[in-house]
């Protein structure tokens, strides 16, 4: 590395460093693996569109921005890097900005320092603007695939705008937005459904592996909920699963995946939340279901069952377990939470 800039104190190294930051257009990140915090520029933010410090200083901020369709190529690049199988990490792709467009960026980055075991223990990098470059090169692709299909003439080649296809593209992202926000939401309860779920559980198992994070996941259930449409008909029963859901929503983290089983039937996953610390939210969310009044005298309870994913854990070792515990929560009485 250049020594470019010398410092007599600590506290100018950093006036510099901060003012360079502030001025330059790209987006810089510093990721501390040790700690899991990830330090992004301003110009990140202006970037993207996003107020500074409004997303969490964490890797998932990063992921979850990630186009989907690109999201499976950069993560198989950035492992590859990371477990020393390539020796660079530079990738194109797309990241969400605030109005929930997509921008096209330039990733690269390099490792700074590595843990005792020879894992990763910080690496920075730098977000490039590149999508009018990237635009333009698809949008020349096209038309130019088009004359040779001699689908187009030359003379409405040079009719046809950057702006009409930028329009039938973004046409074409809100039909697809639509349909995958369709197939992934309970219709009920507005939560996501099981085959949304199955998805994002495979996502943190591959992302807890990757950054070395904890994992927990907790199902519950309404207990003697057959009783409640029985009593007050399915109608009454729809409407306490929707307020349920909501009330689940409000009292879990952004970041936690809530959704629906089957049925009375919720999971959650608890991205890098020990079984311990589950095992405490869970209590609070039993607490507050058991005393939230959802019609009037009409109350409910939970029980929930809770586990930790371990690295040798499969999906269906995972859920045996969180299955049994919440067996056991049901056999002990009933709105109680258990662990496995």
Known sequence: MKNTYKHNTLAESD????????LIAEGTWDWDAKTGIVIRSPGWYRMLGYDEKSLQENVFTWENIIHPDDYNRVMTHFEQYINGESNQYRIEYRCKKSDDSY??????????TYKADGTVARMIGAHQNI???????QEADKLKEMALQGTISLESLIKISARELKIKNQQLEDKIKQVALLSNIDPLTSIANRRSFEVELTKEILRSKRYNHPLSLAMFDIDLFKNINDTYGHNKGDLILQKLCRLVSKNIREQDCFARWGGEEFVIIFPEITLENALEVTEKLRSTISQYEFEPNLYIS???GVTEYNSTDSIETVFQRIDNSLYQAKKNGRNRVESC
């Open 302 to 304: 939970c029980s929930f």
């Open 131 to 137: 999508h009018d470059e990237k635009l333009a090169a």
């Open 15 to 22: 006036f510099t460093l901060n003012a360079i930051l502030d």
């Open 103 to 112: 921008l096209w960026i330039l990733d690269h980055a390099k490792i700074q």
